[in-house]
């Protein structure tokens, strides 16, 4: 069963998000690195950062497109949002090079080779200028600002022709840079926030996102209707419908993701919406994630259901916990990361007020020690019948914080685990036999062999009765009581449960009326008989004429009487053996 739990991890990393985080760190690391020992020489002058840039593009187009990360690392980025840097420098990386392409031939040998002084000026436009500058690190970079007027750049170049490669080789470019060639100028204006076009593309891709998460969502409900009616388990018919509706908003998100960067929207839009999306898309993947754990968790439980073990029956309820605890806190740290929250300083954070947090939960943590202990030492298990001080009833759920026990008045009762660390716990429910103790009263007037015969027929019922330990019992003349012969009963049977010793007890009682009824053996009740003799009625004792001798002479020659005749004179019985139990 365990091997359902990774797919928890790939659904939770389902939707392709950027290793924005790793390129920020990587980058500060070439950024101390550089500082330390000056700048890397792919961007040490101006010619250096120009030929950098175009390489990389240029093997973009021959197929490695994991050569943009170069390219974004020539253009000074510096008043671009972290959560949006990589997405606005690819498509800055791809404008400057039309730009470029539109403007002149790059002759690199003409591009001073200088590690200080000016700028270089590629090129001075009506909108803005194209440069490079160097920074305080020493590497020389693409200017800011003229990478932010990009946009109006290349509108101001749109009619000129490339100097360098094919009009109609633009397979390579991004979308909305194709799109921006073939829309007309109408559809360019910006009558509010932004571009008309880019307004209809978002249109467009919110509609796209919200019918393939209808539709998505109809295909996966009718697929799992038809697998639950399929099915021959009950527990999986418990499912709803719409258990995994989460991948719907999951499909939708990535829609609107993959949408949105190929629009080309300006740094403030382009935060706003993927930001948003980025959010969604983690919710929806955590959602996902929770649902396909209450999947796991069915199927552990029909597990559990088939096995004769119980310990199973204690963790399953705790393994779907466990899951999304375990969800929850990667789908923290994932929103965190996409949303650019500092995760190193707030772990460090937290082992700060690890302490404090400590000595808090000391009762938290009493109480997992406690679930711990008792599924450790199986001390019980779901179902069973326990007694803790005064609380008594059969276990229902075994949780990380308590043990919720239901009492044969129907309430529950909620344990904290940490009790069970040193409580005595009773547990009935590990009984192999349940007991009966109990005297039969007899009446005084019963003659000593129908008193045999009875107890000789009742060892009999337990012989015969199929659920009663045959190893084992007594069933002897015990005691004079007051106003009874008293027969002890002391047997075992051998019950799964107490439904079924309730029973197998009804059926040997009752056998036990009916044998003695048969015997003409009669119960007795305690009663008391008050005799009251007339004082006309007395007369003295006579004296009886037998010697103190001759009475204890006759009554030890009856009593040698008895015993011969009932086990023999000389005779040792020997020790009460049962017969060997047949299987």
Known sequence: MWRLIPLLLILVMAVPLPAQSQQETANANAAESSEAAGPPASLSSPRATMETFLHAMNDIKRGEPDRIEEAISTLDLSAVSKLVRRERGSDLAWMLLEVMDRTRVVDTARIPERGDGEPYLFSRYRNGSIRIVPMQDGRWLFEGEGLAQLPKILDELGDRRRVKGSEVDTEYLPLHLRLRQQIPESLKRRDFLLQNWQWLGLFLIVLLGVVADKLVSFLLARLVNRWKNRSRHSEYRQLSDQ???????????VIWWLGINLLGLEETALLVLLLAVKFLASLSGVWAAYRLVDIVAVYLLKRAHITDSKLDDALVPLIPRTLKIFVT?????????????????LLAGLGLGGLAFALAAKDMVQNLFGSVTVLMDRTFTVGDWIIVGSVEGSVERIGFRSTRIRTFYNSVVTVPNSKFITADVDNMGERRYRRLSCKLSLTYDTPPERIEAFCEGVRELIRQHPYMRKDYYHVYLNEFAASSLNVLLYVFWETPEWSTELRERHRFMLDILRLAKRLGVEFAFPTQTLYMRPESDFTPPSEDGLAQEQAFERGREEAISIVAESTGLGVRPPPVEFPPVKS
Do not use: E, K, Q
């Open 329 to 345: 806190v990667v789908g923290f740290l994932f929103i965190a990361d996409n949303i650019d929250v500092d995760i190193s300083s």
């Open 243 to 253: 258990v995994l509706r989460p991948f719907g908003l999951t499909v939708m998100a």
